[in-house]
């Protein structure tokens, strides 16, 4: 399967298509290389190997290959969910 996500265009590091790109390029990987999505959105449906594709106005700005690992993060969930319910 593959996957797109649409980045918000109001989050800091995609104020426009170049701040987009140079976080993917430049500050992830110095982070920790992980990428973190709402699982809700996407359940069980993402499998090894899948291609996930990340656009911003309209453009595919970085790929990622799934490696088949979901890490959990009980305090960015909780406040994930806090958003999506108000």
């Not at 980045?7 to 993917?24: A, G, H, V, Y």
């Amino acid at each position: 399967m593959n996957l797109l996500f649409r980045l918000s265009q109001d989050i800091d590091d995609f104020e426009d298509i170049e701040d987009t790109k140079s976080f993917f390029t430049n500050i992830l990987p110095e982070r920790d290389s992980n990428y973190f999505f709402h699982s809700k959105k996407i359940g069980d449906r993402l499998k090894k190997s899948d291609t996930i594709y990340f656009s911003y106005d309209g453009y595919i700005v970085a790929k990622a290959i799934f490696m088949g690992k979901k890490i959990t993060n009980p305090d960015r969930d909780k406040s994930l969910n806090k958003l999506n319910t108000n």
